[in-house]
């Protein structure tokens, strides 16, 4: 079954409750005092880019659970374009749609479309990243992203030996290598997934069992604009060069999403790492990665990545599905977190949602069990 037909089969299971929701937004044509009819209601939906699959899951699983509640969804992709993105957003205000939810590229280059939104009276979910220096924000939906960084972090010193997947103490002594990766400094999650697993590293740092042999231990060293392939891979590229020209070798990487990951590996294998010490003249580090992309899955399979943390887009939207239904009712979302996400102008009532890491012996019942992958194509690494 492809992922979107699975995918749009859970979303009709989630579709069993509410059929109707109360409450005017911008554009409804309801009268005072009236329940507008899902079908007279559109939400729309703002996404970053097509260039990542977790970011048409997402918005793929939105839009399939909204419409199979009835509601109209007008769902637009940026290209990872800050002006595209500011366009798109302005012209859902501008139709009169009652309800946005957004992912944004730049999470503060909105500021003035959410002026414009709350004039209207269109709440505004921001979907997983957090959209700051504006109190034109209602809701956030995402995951712990603090604990994702933390999740990245015990991965890293699992797959080096530091710690047993239990919690408990590995046999592993080092000293070892490692480079930090993060993600883009516009994106506030950035931050957290950085900082989470920066402090759970900090100990082995501080007394030497870890090493980052660059130097580059900061957040803006690390970063990566965009999250970007080919940027992640250029980076890499270039700590090999400076810091690695000694025949000194890196025993791992902390990697903020899978698609970084990827560019890291890429420049690893140009450089003569491989999988294991029998197939290439150097190991392959131990690498994370975020969102369990389906190329990325294969190659934990395959060995070659360490692991990923699985955050479930279908649960991420069904929450916000959830919360655009309360506002749509005139009522307020269930928040279970209501300090952490200060976006800078206030503290945004929060839907805190689990993860789980992912290593090779966890795929089948974390990944292929659950539908979000087949076996197949995990095998062939490729989605449908």
């Known amino acids: 079954m492809s992922r979107k037909l699975r995918l749009t089969a859970l979303a009709g299971a989630l579709a069993m409750g509410l059929v109707a929701c109360g409450g005017s937004g911008a554009g409804s044509s309801s009268s005072a005092g009236e329940s507008a009819a899902p079908a007279d209601q559109t939400i729309g939906v703002s996404m970053p880019t097509q260039t990542s699959e977790r ?3 997402d918005g793929n699983a939105v839009k399939d659970q909204l419409e199979k509640k009835g509601y109209k969804v007008d769902l637009q992709y940026a290209n990872n374009d800050i002006p595209t993105q500011s366009q798109q957003v302005d012209q859902m205000i501008t139709q009169g749609e009652d309800l946005l939810v957004v992912a944004a590229i730049d999470g503060t280059a909105l500021s003035s479309q959410l002026q414009a939104a709350a004039d209207a009276g269109i709440p505004v979910i921001s979907y997983d990243r957090l959209i700051r220096d504006t109190p034109n924000v ?33 046999t592993a002594t080092g000293p070892f290598n490692i480079e930090l990766f993060a993600g883009s400094l516009d994106d506030n999650n950035a931050g957290f997934f950085f900082n989470g697993a920066v402090d759970t590293l900090k100990p082995y740092l501080d007394d030497g069992t870890l090493v980052v042999k660059s130097g580059q231990t900061s957040i803006e060293q690390a970063a990566t604009l965009r999250w970007d392939q080919e940027t992640a891979q250029k980076r890499m590229e270039d700590l090999l060069t400076k810091s690695y020209n000694d025949g000194s070798k890196v025993a791992g990487v902390l990697s903020p999403y899978d698609g970084i990951s990827r560019g890291v590996i890429t420049a690893l294998q140009n450089a003569g790492y491989g999988p294991t010490l029998t197939s290439q003249p150097l190991a392959m580090p131990v690498i994370t990665g975020q969102d369990a992309e389906i190329a990325s899955v294969k190659l934990i399979n395959d060995g070659v990545q360490s692991s990923t943390v699985f955050k479930d887009t279908r649960t991420l939207a069904a929450q916000a599905v959830t919360a655009a239904e309360a506002f749509l009712k005139g009522d307020k979302p269930e928040a279970n977190d209501t300090k952490t996400y200060d976006n800078g102008q206030k ?7 689990p993860i789980q890491t992912v290593y090779k012996d966890d795929i089948q019942k974390v990944l292929i069990d659950s539908g979000y992958w087949t076996a197949d194509e995990v095998a062939k690494g490729q989605a449908g």
């Open 138 to 170: 209602d809701f956030y939906v995402s995951f712990d992203n603090y604990k994702v960084g933390v999740a990245q972090g015990t991965a890293l010193l699992t797959g080096l030996g530091l710690l047993n997947k239990d919690g408990s103490k590995g």
């Open 55 to 57: 970011w048409i899951a």
């Open 347 to 353: 503290v945004v009532p929060s839907y805190l949602l």
